[in-house]
């Protein structure tokens, strides 16, 4: 009787454990070798610039870009920049962080996502706590807009004022990088040449913004879709343009139905993977 109690005692155990032990992610190097936070920790604060891919609706992700930010903190100065914030709003941004108006007054100034609240939200409040700048990175959408619809030349309409929310002009742009093929193919033949040039515009403005607003000893932590910096290009590659002695970080963030073992497709996406169960809730 004794036997048979502790062979189910250790049978239960060992089910306790194996619940314990499904990981909600795992983290993998760009070779698909696993690496633990530590590790990524230690290694990120070695670098100028973090851009930090997530998925906009992913919990994981919004997770652990707070608690990275904190754990950097530890280690070195830091300063904050983000798509979700568009350079127009930055004045808005600046007296939210001054205790200048509210939280309220910033969502009524300000052009907020919608999951700002829940997703954006305490990583402005942690940056406010810490007194750290936080950049509006982002084009003004109505001027993205206007390159999608009619190319970069539409840009040269736009007042000096308009012109110093984007990227300088003429900007830089390579139809050959990997994520402009792709977005096009994705399209399945229906998109125009100026999709990509939209989102170039983006990536161009967000790096300048980055740029202009580095701070020697500090490190730059950049959120945004993943889809602007995997595979080194987008935002990375403008970086690297103007300054290629820049030690820059990326992170992607992707989804898998199995995450014990990297897939090939996301191999190589980032210097850090964030691999999430594709069961995982979505914010929205």
């Known amino acids: 009787m004794k036997k048979l109690l502790l062979v189910l005692v250790l049978l239960l155990s060992g089910t306790f454990l194996f619940a314990q032990q499904k990981p909600a992610y795992v983290l993998y190097d760009a070779n698909g070798k696993k690496v633990s936070y530590k590790k990524m920790i230690k290694l990120l604060a070695k670098k100028d610039v973090l851009l930090f ?20 903190k530890e280690k070195k100065e830091i300063v904050f920049g983000a798509e979700m914030f568009e350079a127009d709003n930055q004045q808005q941004l600046n007296d939210y962080l001054a205790g200048k108006i509210t939280a309220k007054g910033l969502d009524s100034s300000a052009r907020l996502w919608n999951n700002y609240k829940t997703d954006y939200a305490p990583i402005v409040n942690f940056a406010k706590e810490i007194k750290a700048p936080f950049i509006a990175t982002n084009i003004p959408r109505r001027y993205a807009s206007l390159v999608s619809k009619k190319g970069f030349e539409s840009l040269d309409t736009l007042s000096a004022q308009e012109k110093s929310w984007i990227a300088p002009l003429p900007m830089d742009y390579d139809s050959t990088l990997p994520g402009y093929v792709n977005m096009l193919k994705m399209m399945g033949g229906h998109g125009s040449a100026n999709m990509p040039k939209a989102q170039a515009s983006k990536d161009a403005t967000m790096a300048y913004f980055i740029l202009q607003n580095l701070k020697p000893g500090a490190l730059f932590i950049h959120y945004n879709g993943s889809y602007h910096s995997d595979n080194f290009d987008g935002i990375n590659w403008y970086l690297k343009r103007k300054r290629p002695e820049l030690n820059i970080a990326t992170i992607s963030t992707v989804s898998q139905k199995n995450i014990k073992e990297l897939l090939a497709e996301n191999k190589g996406k980032a210097d850090f993977i964030i691999c999430v169960d594709e069961d995982m809730t979505n914010t929205y």
């Open 53 to 72: 891919g997530e998925f906009h609706n992913n919990p994981i992700s919004h997770w652990l870009e707070l608690a990275v930010a904190k754990d950097l």
